[in-house]
C-alpha cells in the first residue's frame, strides 16, 4: 500500500521514534492480549452505549493499524463479547482497515483530532467498508473515550500523571524544521 501524501496535517502529526519500534518487534504479541482484554472490559463498562450505537456494524471485524509500530490490531465490536488481539500483519477478509501514525488514532478515539481531518490530509486512510469504518468512528467519538484514563488510571495521581505526560507528548506539534517523530 502506497505511503498517504505528504501535508501540513501529516508533516506535524506525531510519530513513535523508528528505534522504539525496531526495539519491540522482536518481543512476542502474547503479553498484550491480557491488556487488550482488560481495556476492551473497561471500555464497556465506561462506555456500554458504545457497542450498541454500530448498530449492524457491530459484527463486523476492524484492523487497526499504527503504521509507526511493528504490530497492528484486529477489533470485533460484538456487543455482548468485543475481542481484540494484537497480530504482525492484518489478515485479510477483514471488513474494514483504518491505518495511520497511533497518535493519530488515539487523538482520534479521544476526541482531541478531528478524524475527518485526518482523514482528507491522508494522516489516516481506510480501506474496505468505509461505512462501517464511519459509524466506528462515530462510535468511538460519541463516547470521548479517554485512553489515559483507562489505562493508568488505577495508579492513582502518577498514573494520572503519566497519562497526561503521553497525551502532551503525541499532542506535540513540531515546527517546520523539527522531526514529527518523538525524541
Known sequence: MPEPETTELHAVTPRLPPWLARAVAPLPLAPLQPALNLLLARIGRAHPELYDRLGE???KRFGIDPTDLPFAFVLEPKPCRP???AVRELPVGLDA???GPLAGLIGMAEGTLDGDALFFSRVLWVEGDVAAALALRNAIDDARIDFGALLFGG???VGARLADVL???MRARPSASED???S
Open 97 to 99: 482497515s483504518i491505518r
Open 57 to 59: 456494524h457491530a459484527q
Open 167 to 169: 497525551r502532551e507528548r
Open 180 to 182: 514529527p517523530a518523538w
Open 155 to 157: 495508579l492513582g495521581p
Open 83 to 85: 475481542l481484540a488481539r
